[in-house]
């Protein structure tokens, strides 16, 4: 069952963050040049409909996977142990992830124009970042460090 949920998990951040850094690095640039919002809305309709679903799937097995590292959920808010510390890193993280996401979803792209692309690029390339930090973290939990 744990290498089924390393499996998910890995196939859920794959998604999430691939998408993210191919709209950071290919999507975004391109819209700005363009200041064409349309740009940025039409890769976000196809991609929500497997990266909302992918970021579910991270958040469900990631649960799991933080009771197989600390059992205890106290653990998780009062870290006593590397992987405490990083579980309650990693949550940090999916907090960040989660509100910037949604004041994206809700309030920037709703209304985006030309001229909001570029406060909705800032969201995009932080949650981008905030995606590769968590894979990193997930590393760091599973073999003891990044380094």
Do not use: C, N
Request: proline fraction near 3%.
């Amino acid at each position: 069952m744990y290498r089924l949920l390393i499996i998910l998990h890995l196939l859920g951040a794959s998604v999430w963050v691939g998408g993210h850094l191919v709209l950071s690095l290919v999507v975004l640039p391109r819209a700005l040049h363009a200041r064409d919002a349309s740009i940025v809305r039409q890769f976000e309709s196809g991609y929500e409909r497997i990266g909302l679903p992918a970021l579910a799937l991270q958040v469900l097995t990631g649960v799991w996977l933080a009771l197989h590292w600390v059992p205890d959920i106290r653990g998780w808010l009062a870290p006593a142990s590397l992987q405490g510390w990083l579980v309650l890193v990693k949550l940090g993280l999916l907090a960040a992830t989660l509100a910037l996401a949604a004041h994206a979803r809700f309030r920037l792209v709703p209304v985006l124009d030309a001229g909001a692309l570029s406060s909705l690029a800032y969201h995009i390339v932080g949650v981008t970042l905030l995606g590769v930090a968590m894979l990193m973290t997930g590393v760091a939990i599973r073999t003891g460090g990044v380094w």
